[in-house]
């Protein structure tokens, strides 16, 4: 375990369906982030939040709606995806946004 | 090209042999990160060196930077089966927003 934990570790849905996905750290960092990491693609950051405020939204489809109620709890509601959503989304969290980032094991997405 | 750029893409090398990996980017950066990744799990950082620093060790890694040249390389002394890996800079922008862009990787594959 790193610290960085995310939740479900696989997930499978449908086009029409509602999901989400859930990162938790309590390492005490203050940034949060979620990056998308297709197959034969560069890491995709998708959205940073620095002490709950999200300061980066890397021009990401609106069917993808991230949510940071606190500094340890980073959220990533799924809603209409295409199948070419299908990737594994990791959650990373780091003490500031100059220090290196801890990891989560990920999620794979599978949109069918 | 993009900011961050690996090469090679793939690697392979005997059990204790040096592996050495390079990245280059395009435009200026706060510090320069890199990471290990294992099948699809999540990242492991290893080591930032700052835009301020030329080098630095930790254990059998050594870490350079040429910031006039805009690269970094990755060595990794008397190799292990168990550093195969893939394996990611990422670079930290401060223009416009904190962003850390990674990139496409290189595969490294130790034979034992």
């Known amino acids: 375990e790193t610290g960085v934990t995310q939740t479900p570790r696989h997930l499978v849905m449908g086009m029409t369906n509602k999901k989400s996905l859930k990162c938790e750290q309590h390492?005490?960092?203050?940034?949060m982030y979620w990056y998308k990491q297709s197959a034969k693609k560069p890491l995709e950051l998708m959205f940073v939040y620095n002490f709950k405020e999200q300061t980066e939204n890397n021009s990401v489809p609106s069917r993808f709606s991230p949510e940071c109620p606190n500094s340890s709890h980073l959220f990533l509601h799924l809603h209409t995806l295409q199948p070419e959503d299908s990737a594994l989304y990791l959650c990373?969290?780091?003490?500031?946004?100059?220090?290196?980032?801890?990891f989560g094991s990920g999620t794979r997405l599978t949109v069918v | 090209s993009q900011q961050g750029e690996e090469d090679p893409q793939a690697l392979s090398i005997q059990e204790g042999e040096n592996a050495t990996m390079n990245c280059s980017y395009k435009?200026?950066?706060?510090?320069l990160q890199w990471y290990r990744q294992n099948s699809g799990r999540g990242l492991v950082h290893l080591i930032l060196?700052?835009?301020?620093?030329r080098e630095k060790h930790s254990g059998r890694l050594r870490v350079t930077l040429d910031t006039s040249k805009k690269s970094s390389s990755l060595l990794i002394t008397a190799s292990r089966a168990a550093d195969t890996a893939s394996y990611f800079c990422a670079t930290l922008l401060k223009a416009g927003g904190f962003k850390t862009i990674f990139g496409a990787g290189t595969r490294l594959f130790v034979k034992a």
């Open positions: 060196i700052r835009s301020n620093e």
């Open positions: 990373a969290s780091s003490q500031d946004l100059e220090n290196g980032y801890t």
């Open positions: 435009t200026s950066i706060n510090n």
């Open positions: 390492l005490g960092h203050n940034a």
